[in-house]
């Protein structure tokens, strides 16, 4: 089955940001995506709000919950308690963890998994209850030991972090390796009852070797490549062209 796409907003917000105007709109721009087969919205709201607002997040729920009911919101985020009550409060159908410090520009790492396994049991119990899925943000290194944590602390899925993929655009050589090593962990994620998503600098071009590579791939989330190619064809349009690159008709 092919991967689903996930489209994130950060990046729409950022720009909207720049202006105290409300275009670009985050929820026109998301519905637009939905309506061109998106199967949900991602946001990562950072403390500071330097690009999702806490204030996106009611109406992003409600444009899935009345225009899209078979779409899915995914917020992203460190689980400090600010970022818990949005999730308690707004009950997006995935949470994504991630060891990000709030001043990072973007998340460029996972969990170190043995020794954040009491922070990640805690807090993946505490979602858990809401009767929400937990995806754990995680390196591409195939280490059993490490996701076999990421299983027991009660997470439902990983994502594959993939900028250094993503980052090998000019080598494709370094690419397929990365590729391997990539599927490499998705497989033993699996094999330990983990479902697989993936995200982080992925493109229309890298996507294909990917999702071939990973054919059990459930998701990828995808803001900034995304965006990009928004400016050139149009949200619809490249929503449709992301999702061709993950093996969905379009």
């Given at each position: 089955m092919a991967a689903k796409l996930s489209v994130n907003l950060n990046a729409i917000a950022m720009l909207r940001n720049r202006r105290d105007l409300p275009w670009p709109s985050v929820t026109g721009l998301g519905r637009i995506a939905l309506e061109a087969g998106a199967s949900g919205l991602t946001v990562h709201p950072r403390p500071d709000q330097r690009h999702i607002r806490f204030s996106?997040?009611?109406?992003?729920?409600?444009?899935?919950d009345g225009a899209f009911p078979g779409a899915e919101f995914n917020m992203e985020g460190f689980p400090e308690e600010g970022f818990l009550r949005l999730v308690e409060e707004h009950r997006p159908e995935q949470v994504t963890l991630v060891p990000d410090d709030?001043?990072?520009?973007?998340?460029?790492?996972?969990?170190?998994?043995?020794?954040?396994?009491?922070?990640?049991?805690?807090?993946?119990?505490?979602?858990?209850?809401?009767?929400?899925?937990?995806?754990?943000?995680?390196d591409g290194d195939p280490d059993r030991e490490a996701l076999k944590i990421a299983r027991e602390v009660?997470?439902?899925?990983?994502?594959?972090?993939?900028?250094?993929?993503?980052?090998?655009y000019d080598d494709p050589a370094q690419a397929a390796s990365l590729a391997e090593t990539?599927?490499?962990t998705a497989e033993i994620a699996l094999d330990l009852g983990l479902d697989v998503n993936a995200g982080h600098d992925l493109t229309v071009a890298n996507l294909p070797a990917l999702v071939t590579r990973i054919p059990a791939l459930a998701e990828v989330s995808i803001g900034h490549g995304l965006t990009a190619d928004a400016l050139v064809y149009g949200m619809a349009e490249t929503v449709r062209r992301f999702r061709r690159a993950c093996g969905q008709d379009a």
């Open positions: 996106d997040l009611g109406p992003i729920r409600t444009l899935i709030p001043s990072q520009a973007t998340s460029d790492h996972g969990w170190d998994f043995q020794k954040d396994r009491a922070l990640l049991e805690k807090v993946v119990g505490r979602i858990k209850q809401l009767g929400l899925r937990v995806s754990l943000f995680a009660g997470a439902d899925r990983i994502e594959l972090y993939t900028g250094p993929y993503g980052g090998c990539l599927g490499q």
